[in-house]
């Protein structure tokens, strides 16, 4: 005989003393060489959750390919793979955390409307670091070039910095403005 129970998420599941958990999509935002990927290697086993760097599947997948005029659209399509990895993974109720970059307000938007529609938890990690430290962090990445990154000239970098959008207060709140448009792939 099969026993059917539905929970609600604060629900205790019966004959166990554990609390289910809503699953949480947590976004790593910066810039190259801000501490996205350290700051989300940590997170991975605070929170037992899957760690998506695109990064580095690009770089398994493609070799390091960021002054390849196709790479952006690899990088993209990349993305939308993982994003459908994580949507099923969420659903599963083990957080994802998404090390994309998410450089614009639009595309964090996006993310904190799929979360919601999903019915899962949203959080956003922004690494803010000075542009002295970001520049010092890429020299030493450029020499050293670890496994999983690009190199990147800092004229690159330069252009970067000049679209990159910081995480504004509103965006960390619970409420979602129906009027904000959130795209993704529209920004860089």
Known sequence: MIHTVKLSIDQKVPGNSAQMKMATLHLMVGLPCS???TKAK???KEYNALLLT???WHIKLFGNDAM???HDKKHENLEEILWEI???VLALGVDV???FGFWGKAERIY???QAKELGVDFRIHSMDVSREELYERLDKRNKELPEGVFEIPREKMDEYIKKFQPVEQEELTENIDSKSIGVWHNFR
Request: no cysteine; aromatic share 4%.
């Open 54 to 56: 695109t990064d580095k």
């Open 68 to 70: 390849e005029e196709d």
């Open 35 to 37: 501490g996205k990927t």
């Open 42 to 44: 940590i997170l991975e």
């Open 97 to 99: 955390i998404l090390d």
């Open 86 to 88: 994580a949507k099923r």
């Open 111 to 113: 993310f904190k409307k």
